[in-house]
């Protein structure tokens, strides 16, 4: 069974940068990566879980507009490790962020669709401040 795990979160002052990661086991990691999508997602208090920023099948990054040119999604194969590396951190990026995965084709927009994701972690928490 698909686990995944997420760390790194934390508390910063806006401008901050954190790097979450997200290990990954109960497969076989370079069918599991062929395989799925993989992404993170977040969830302020009163707010809806949002897409931020996930992977498809080949490796292709779909990002939210909101993160776009700060946040950086990437993976580390060797390690089973998914990373979100964010900079330039503004208070409202303050929220719970999870990593989540979903063994089905998707492409562009559609992976930032929380709907469409049937795994996820537990979450950590990021808190940024001004």
């Known amino acids: 069974q698909v686990q995944l795990v997420e760390s790194g979160g934390g508390s910063v002052q806006a401008g901050g940068s954190l790097r979450l990661s997200c290990a990954t086991s109960?497969?076989?990691?370079?069918?599991?990566?062929?395989?799925?999508?993989i992404g993170w997602f977040r969830q302020a208090p009163g707010k809806e879980r949002e897409g931020v920023a996930a992977i498809e099948n080949d490796g292709t990054p779909t990002y939210a507009d909101s993160v776009k040119g700060r946040f950086r999604i990437s993976r580390d194969i060797a390690k089973n490790t998914l990373y979100l590396q964010m900079n330039s951190l503004k208070p409202e990026d303050t929220a719970m962020y999870y990593c989540?995965?979903?063994?089905?084709?998707?492409?562009?927009?559609?992976?930032?669709?929380?709907?469409?994701?049937?795994?996820w972690g537990h979450g950590t928490q990021v808190t940024v401040s001004s």
């Open positions: 989540a995965a979903a063994r089905r084709r998707m492409t562009g927009l559609q992976l930032l669709g929380a709907e469409r994701y049937n795994l």
């Open positions: 109960g497969y076989t990691y370079s069918a599991y990566y062929s395989t799925y999508c």
